[in-house]
């Protein structure tokens, strides 16, 4: 998801405020000088952006669209992107929503969604996508744009659509003299099973310190990271309509237990408050997105990547299909709808394959995306993005109306319940369904 760690501290307080509406609006923060109407005069408009990541290729993409859209557009002198990070993303948004100086665009993540697509405070796009002829609607799935969708007007776009891979040190593998994921893959072995199993013996073998990293940590980033394991194995929080519990499901039951199990009985899984790096070379293998090290290169290891593994109903990859959009309180959204087409055209989401591939279905494939990409090679995309892509079963990020308030009760459950060494793994998810009920419900 484009993530970043965070305290847990942090994150109760912002999920708090993402629940704050318009009837307790904070004075709002210092605008940045981005966001200028175009006056009558002639006087060119100055757009504004807000990210949750603007660093290495993320960076180096939009830097691009802004150099090839500002000559194409007369009127715009500057696109002015701020980055927030992904921990405070939220709260600066709402704020600025409520006080109705919102930038002009904006990503936002596909889990709290459908808060903004009901707002009414997101620009139709349709009108914009309408009259540039080469856009091609018909290219993005009907799924990925559902989301987006507020009745008849399209009040998004997504621009992701990335799963998470594994990466593992195959000079750690060599010194256990175990089967590495790469070969049980070919095997048409590589599971969860096989995976915990694998990361048992790295660590009895005392070839790494633990088997196993979740990099988008469970603990200070919540139960929505799960969703790799929760995926394969049946389970969901809620169900499809979003009204009804599901974690205390056997299925969670299980896909829990497996990894309550690998941090307390194996202890090959790092736990609560445990600081871990995968590039520092003590640990056999990561789980995180293909983009997630920008140092691959120049690891003083020799590493590999794989797909996620399979679960009991096969393989079913995550996907995050974050959106962009334009906010209708800030001036100048014609103008801002044609910077975020012209970043969304074909040519401009190939460039942007060195952070997701594009959910276009013309570019769901390695010629699209191998070119942008400077480390990895065709055979490991192919094994392991690509792979994702092809996927029949996937399973989108988990998203509710009332996502915020969800989030923070169960992430506050987990903590209490699950995340220490006497849990009780199904009495504790009944407890979390017991609270969780009724805000699924507002």
Same mark, same amino acid.
């Given at each position: 998801m484009l993530h970043e760690p965070w305290t847990r501290r942090t994150v109760r307080t912002v999920l708090l405020l993402l629940t704050v509406?318009?009837?307790?609006?904070?004075?709002?923060?210092?605008?940045?000088?981005?966001?200028?109407?175009?006056?009558?005069?002639?006087?060119?408009?100055e757009l504004s952006m807000l990210t949750w990541n603007y660093t290495g290729t993320m960076k180096d993409a939009y830097d691009g669209y802004i150099s090839g859209f500002l000559p194409r557009e007369p009127r715009?002198?500057?696109?002015?992107?701020?980055?927030?990070?992904?921990?405070?993303?939220?709260?600066?948004?709402? %704020?600025? &929503?409520?006080?109705?100086?919102?930038? =002009?665009?904006?990503?936002? *993540? /596909?889990?709290?969604?459908? #808060?903004?697509?009901?707002?009414?405070?997101?620009?139709?796009l349709t009108p914009a996508i309408e009259s540039m002829s080469d856009f091609d609607l018909a290219d993005y799935p009907d799924a990925s744009l559902a989301p987006w969708?507020?009745?008849?007007?399209? %009040?998004? &776009?997504?621009?992701?659509?990335?799963? =998470?891979?594994?990466?593992? *040190? /195959?000079?750690?593998?060599? #010194?256990?003299?175990?089967?590495?994921?790469?070969?049980?893959?070919?095997?048409?072995?590589?599971?969860?099973?096989?995976?915990?199993?694998?990361?048992?013996?790295?660590?009895?073998?005392?070839?790494?310190?633990?088997?196993?990293?979740?990099?988008n940590n469970i603990f200070t980033n919540g139960f929505r990271n799960l969703i790799d394991i929760y995926a394969p194995?049946?389970?969901?929080?809620?169900?499809?309509?979003?009204?009804?519990?599901?974690?205390?499901?056997?299925?969670?039951?299980?896909?829990?237990?497996?990894?309550?199990?690998?941090?307390?009985?194996?202890?090959?899984?790092?736990?609560p408050g445990v600081q871990a790096d995968w590039t520092a070379g003590n640990i056999g293998m990561v789980l995180g997105r293909a983009n997630a090290f920008n140092n691959l290169g120049?690891?003083?290891?020799?590493?590999?990547?794989?797909?996620?593994?399979?679960?009991?109903?096969?393989?079913?990859p995550e996907r995050a299909q974050n959106g962009i959009g334009v906010w209708a309180d800030a001036p100048n959204s014609d103008l801002a709808a044609e910077f975020v087409l012209y970043t969304l055209t074909k040519d401009n989401s190939m460039k942007f394959a060195a952070n997701t591939p594009s959910p276009r279905k013309s570019l769901a494939n390695l010629d699209a995306i191998q070119p942008a990409n400077k480390v990895l090679t065709g055979d490991q995309l192919n094994r392991s993005v690509i792979k994702a892509l092809d996927a029949q079963n996937f399973k989108l990020e988990y998203?509710?109306?009332?996502y915020a308030a969800v989030e923070k009760q169960i992430n506050q459950d987990f903590d209490a319940r699950i995340w220490n060494e006497t849990a009780q793994i199904p009495s504790a998810l009944n407890q979390v369904c017991s609270d969780v009920a009724p805000l699924l419900k507002q």
């Open positions: 509406t318009a009837c307790a609006a904070p004075a709002p923060p210092p605008q940045p000088a981005a966001t200028t109407a175009a006056n009558t005069a002639g006087q060119k408009a715009v002198s500057a696109v002015n992107i701020e980055a927030q990070p992904f921990v405070n993303f939220g709260d600066v948004l709402n %704020v600025r &929503l409520s006080a109705k100086t919102p930038p =002009n665009i904006s990503w936002i *993540n /596909a889990s709290t969604g459908p #808060q903004y697509v009901k707002s009414g405070k997101l620009v139709d969708r507020n009745g008849d007007k399209l %009040v998004a &776009l997504p621009f992701t659509n990335a799963s =998470n891979v594994v990466f593992y *040190n /195959a000079d750690i593998f060599a #010194q256990a003299g175990i089967p590495t994921p790469l070969e049980l893959s070919n095997q048409g072995k590589w599971t969860w099973d096989s995976m915990r199993d694998t990361s048992r013996q790295l660590v009895s073998k005392q070839a790494a310190k633990y088997g196993l990293l979740l990099n194995y049946g389970a969901a929080p809620w169900s499809d309509d979003g009204q009804t519990c599901t974690i205390n499901s056997p299925q969670a039951v299980q896909a829990t237990q497996f990894v309550w199990d690998m941090i307390y009985t194996d202890k090959s899984l790092p736990g120049e690891l003083p290891f020799k590493w590999e990547i794989v797909s996620v593994p399979d679960g009991p109903n096969g393989f079913i998203s509710h109306a009332n």
